[in-house]
């Protein structure tokens, strides 16, 4: 009996050591992939914003180029101004689509069998 115990005691130890890695192992990979979907929506923002931003300014600059050469400030200005405005919105917009194709193709490639047929 005595020398079952010790192999019996060190059997558990493992087993109880294997499973504290497990579980450890499974919460880091949980926190990572926490920490890139933080990351990810953090660079779609950035990238909706620069978007924005970027066409409002073009759109701006050759309104301007028009009333410069054209003279009819501040006309041109204005009208190139709401024309990237309207072009930033279709820009987010298409960006938008873009990411929810992504998420939309993620979930169902985890969720949905990849034959086509449904689990019964």
């Not at 009996?1 to 005691?9: F, K, V």
């Not at 499974?26 to 926190?31: C, D, I, M, N, Y």
């Not at 069998?113 to 689990?119: A, F, N």
């Given at each position: 009996?005595?020398?079952?115990?010790?192999?019996?005691?060190g059997e558990r130890i493992a087993?109880?050591?294997?499973?504290h890695e497990a579980r450890e192992a499974?919460?880091?990979?949980?926190?990572d992939q926490a920490d890139e979907a933080n990351i990810s929506a953090g660079a779609?923002?950035?990238r909706f914003g620069i978007e924005?931003?970027?066409s409002i300014l073009v759109g701006g600059f050759f309104g301007w180029l028009i009333d410069y050469f054209a003279g009819t400030k501040p006309w041109g200005l204005l009208i190139g101004?709401?024309?990237?405005?309207?072009a930033g919105i279709r820009a987010i917009m298409r960006a938008y689509r873009e990411l929810n194709a992504q998420a939309?193709?993620?979930?169902q490639g985890q969720s949905a069998?990849?034959?086509?047929?449904?689990?019964e």
């Open positions: 009996m005595s020398s079952e115990g010790p192999d019996d005691l087993k109880a050591k294997a499973a499974e919460k880091r990979r949980k926190a779609y923002a950035l924005f931003a970027v101004g709401c024309f990237g405005i309207a939309l193709k993620l979930t069998p990849t034959d086509g047929t449904e689990d």
